[in-house]
Nanobody, 120 residues
Framework: QVQLVESGGGLVQPGGSLRLSCEASGSIFSINAMGWYRQAPGKQRELVATITSGGSTNYADSVKGRFTISRDDAKNTVYLQMNSLKSEDTAVYYC??????????????WGQGTQVTVSS
């Protein structure tokens, strides 16, 4: 059993910044890919950013240059630093990990989501 606990969402004005965190705990041997996704009202969930165990990153075109994903493997935590926020960034943000348990089996897991609202 693996749990993902997200934090850092909230209300921010356009142009502001927020930092999301997602800590994983449970039967984790290693975490391979980690990522952030978001879902706005009436829209499908979309990829925001991912980071591999080797530190390679990938971003949606809409957030390139504004968002930065990072990870702390000692804490099993992934972060999303969001700068220059726009109203269109308003969504529920979900973290996702792909990990191996102690039996070396691979699984994916989602967080419960954290609301980010960008509004004046």
């Amino acid at each position: 059993q693996v749990q993902l606990v997200e934090s850092g969402g909230g209300l921010v004005q356009p142009g502001g910044s927020l930092r999301l965190s997602c800590e994983a705990s449970g039967s984790i041997f290693s975490i391979n890919a980690m990522g952030w996704y978001r879902q706005a009202p009436g829209k499908q969930r979309e990829l925001v950013a991912t980071i591999t165990s080797g530190g390679s990153t990938n971003y949606a075109d809409s957030v390139k240059g504004r968002f930065t994903i990072s990870r702390d493997d000692a804490k099993n935590t992934v972060y999303l630093q969001m700068n220059s926020l726009k109203s269109e960034d308003t969504a529920v943000y979900y973290c996702n990990i792909y990990y191996s348990n102690y039996a070396r089996q691979g699984f994916g897991s989602w967080g419960q989501g954290t609301q980010v609202t960008v509004s004046s």
